[in-house]
T-cell receptor
Framework: SQQGEEDPQALSIQEGENATMNCSYKTSINNLQWYRQNSGRGLVHLILIRSNEREKHSGRLRVTLDTSKKSSSLLITASRAADTASYFCATDRGSTLGRLYFGRGTQLTVWP | EAGVAQSPRYKIIEKRQSVAFWCNPISGHATLYWYQQILGQGPKLLIQFQNNGVVDDSQLPKDRFSAERLKGVDSTLKIQPAKLEDSAVYLC???????????????FGPGTRLTVL
């Protein structure tokens, strides 16, 4: 079964707007990761946030983690058409084996 | 550094036929993963290798799927015989983290899109 549940399933915005995607999960975790997948391509790692961290930034990306609510959000600021892709959150469910459990993803479309 | 390589990129077969996928991970990466991604869903782990040993194959349908990682480098995933529901993208990923590392970024290949008719 999918661990993360991304919300919304689809998001459509104009260039320059901010995009916010959410992820909820059900178990304890060591870390939560966000990946991007362009159509027909493999996944690309965006950012990892540890369970003891609350916020992390990388360029135009901002990730928050609320372990009490078992939720995370990914914010993309000043979006560009090139940001059009599917975004997935993944957790380890507290395992130390390194495997990841992915959600169904949010399809983001950024219109020029 | 070179990324994760996979071949073929596309494969179309009829049900009950056999198919094999190949993956070459990033040089030096000890951990290798095979995922199945059905259209509209996130990737689901099929099998995880640490060097040439299996760490987790609990989600691998072993009656029809098999995988090996010879010499702890390249890996092949085989389906025999294929069913219609095996139509999906098969993704290979690798990681430099040891199996007990907690903070594990994975690097993905482009995937093989399998269509079973």
């Amino acid at each position: 079964s999918q661990q993360g549940e991304e919300d919304p399933q689809a998001l459509s915005i104009q260039e320059g707007e901010n995009a916010t995607m959410n992820c909820s999960y059900k178990t304890s975790i060591n870390n939560l990761q966000w990946y991007r997948q362009n159509s027909g391509r493999g996944l690309v790692h965006l950012i990892l946030i540890r369970s003891n961290e609350r916020e992390k930034h990388s360029g135009r990306l901002r990730v928050t983690l609320d372990t009490s609510k078992k939720s995370s959000s990914l914010l993309i600021t000043a979006s560009r058409a090139a940001d059009t892709a599917s975004y997935f959150c993944a957790t380890d469910r507290g395992s130390t084996l390194g495997r990841l459990y992915f959600g169904r993803g949010t399809q983001l479309t950024v219109w020029p | 550094e070179a990324g994760v390589a996979q071949s073929p990129r596309y494969k179309i077969i009829e049900k009950r036929q056999s198919v094999a996928f190949w993956c070459n991970p990033i040089s030096g990466h000890a951990t290798l993963y095979w995922y199945q991604q059905i259209l509209g869903q996130g990737p689901k782990l099929l099998i995880q290798f640490q060097n040439n040993g299996v760490v987790d194959d609990s989600q691998l349908p072993k009656d029809r799927f098999s995988a090996e990682r010879l010499k702890g480098v390249d890996s092949t995933l085989k389906i025999q015989p294929a069913k219609l529901e095996d139509s999906a993208v098969y993704l290979c990923a690798s990681s430099s983290s040891g199996v007990r590392r907690l903070y594990n970024e994975q690097f993905f290949g482009p995937g093989t899109r399998l269509t079973v008719l």
